[in-house]
């Protein structure tokens, strides 16, 4: 848990961008709930291009809860995301 808070105060981002990546929900959580932005962009993202880029549905669901926003935007301009990821986060707005 210092470790995450360290990271945080310090402004590094890939832990909780590898939590994303690796879909370990539980960490993405703790990071969130101990102050990591979920609107801050992450070298040069934002968390929730990660999630989305990673099908990630769970992330996207917690960034969204902890203030991240979902615009139709994000999806027209994001070439990785699969057809499935587009589905489930159109559903969502």
């Not at 699969?82 to 707005?93: H, I, M, N, Q, V």
């Amino acid at each position: 848990m210092e470790k995450i808070q360290l990271e945080i105060k310090k402004g590094i981002t890939k832990g909780f961008i590898n939590a994303i990546a690796n879909n370990d929900n539980n960490l993405v959580l703790t990071y969130l709930k101990n102050g990591m932005s979920a609107k801050r962009e992450c070298k040069g993202m934002l968390p929730i291009i990660y999630a989305i880029n990673h099908k990630n549905f769970g992330a996207v669901l917690l960034l969204i809860q902890y203030g991240a926003t979902l615009e139709k935007e994000f999806l027209e301009y994001e070439e990785d995301s699969s057809k499935e990821a587009l589905g489930f986060l159109a559903s969502l707005l």
